[in-house]
């Protein structure tokens, strides 16, 4: 079994809840994150994990000596910028996801690391109407979704080669509390910025377009669990050989349709308002996790409202 793990972004929303995950399951962690949305998330990682503060796509000296102190089985990289909003603005900042991987994937090589679990995204695709399956377009609509598919693409040419097995997991939206009550300072996914209308932190919620081919005008996804999503991470240690899967539920909701039932959920009124479009908004994202289910076993538990009422959990204690 892959023992010894390195977790970067493990501070991160995703990150900090597999590191609590894989130590209690009984894996040795080591913690890469630049901390780039504070100092305060360091209380996130579980204590046991051992933590370094490296910018992985700007400080590689740093990355590489922690390299030469430790030695992996595997790395979980969760290390990333991941606005689609803000990578339309500033895409070149968006240009160190892509250099933060070919450093890890470099030194992983030159230290004997063997095994990559990638956190990929469901931006990769050409949208669809269909719930989409691993072998469909892929034609990402926004910067981040590019930076995304250049990794994928830089990791399916160079593992191979060096005798690295990995596996590329395709996120669709991420929501619910996996724990940790995690509070993100800088929350840019839609059911946090829910939770903090709902709570009174912002003023209102503003849905951005309503012309977009769906059931009501407003942008369809798929939203899973953060626990089902580490899971799935965790499944993929693993594998003896690499793969590509989606990670979703196959169940598409509207950003309207997650208003209502956000309402239903914790008996709140949302203040919401309509918007322009946002550039780099696909109309649908919606996952099939069929080939999940065949290679890891693996298939979501929680529905929307589990993820709603956990993370309303824990926004409600900010009123």
């Known amino acids: 079994m892959n023992k010894d793990i390195l977790v970067t972004g493990g501070a991160g929303y995703i990150g900090s809840v597999a590191v609590k995950q894989l130590v209690e399951q009984g894996y040795k962690i080591t913690v890469v994150d630049s901390l780039f949305r504070g100092d305060s998330l360091l209380g996130y990682i579980n204590s046991v994990a051992k933590f370094y503060k490296i910018d992985i796509a700007k400080e590689r000296d740093k990355l590489e000596q922690m390299f030469k102190e430790n030695q992996f089985d595997a790395v979980m990289h969760f290390a990333a910028y991941k606005s689609v909003e803000e990578s339309m603005k500033n895409p070149e900042k968006y240009k160190n996801n892509v250099i933060g991987t070919e450093n890890l994937l470099d030194l992983m090589d030159k230290y004997g690391v063997k095994k990559i679990i990638f956190s990929s995204s469901a931006a990769v695709y050409k949208p669809s109407d269909s719930p989409l399956k691993e072998e469909d377009s892929l034609k990402p609509a926004n910067v981040y979704g590019q930076t995304k598919f250049q990794c994928e693409e830089k990791i399916k040419d ?11 997991l395709r996120y669709f939206n991420v929501a619910g509390d996996g724990g940790l009550n995690y509070v993100d300072p800088m929350p840019e996914n839609v059911l946090p910025i829910i939770m903090e209308t709902l709570v009174g932190k912002r003023k209102e919620f503003v849905i951005f377009g309503t012309d977009y081919n769906s059931r009501d005008g407003t942008c369809l996804r798929d939203y899973i669990h953060v626990s089902d999503l580490v899971r799935a991470h965790i499944l993929a240690l693993n594998i003896k050989e690499s793969i590509t899967v989606n990670l979703g539920t196959s169940r598409g909701y509207t950003v309207l349709e997650l208003v209502k039932i956000s309402e239903e959920t914790t008996g709140q009124k949302l203040n919401y308002r309509f918007g322009p479009r946002r550039v780099g908004d696909p109309d649908s994202l919606v996952a099939s996790y ?10 979501p538990k929680k529905d929307i409202k589990e993820m709603i009422s956990s993370a309303y959990k824990v926004y409600e204690k900010l009123r």
């Open 158 to 168: 160079f593992c191979p080669k060096k005798g690295i097995i990995y596996a590329n």
């Open 290 to 299: 069929q080939k999940a289910k065949e290679i890891l076993g693996w298939e």
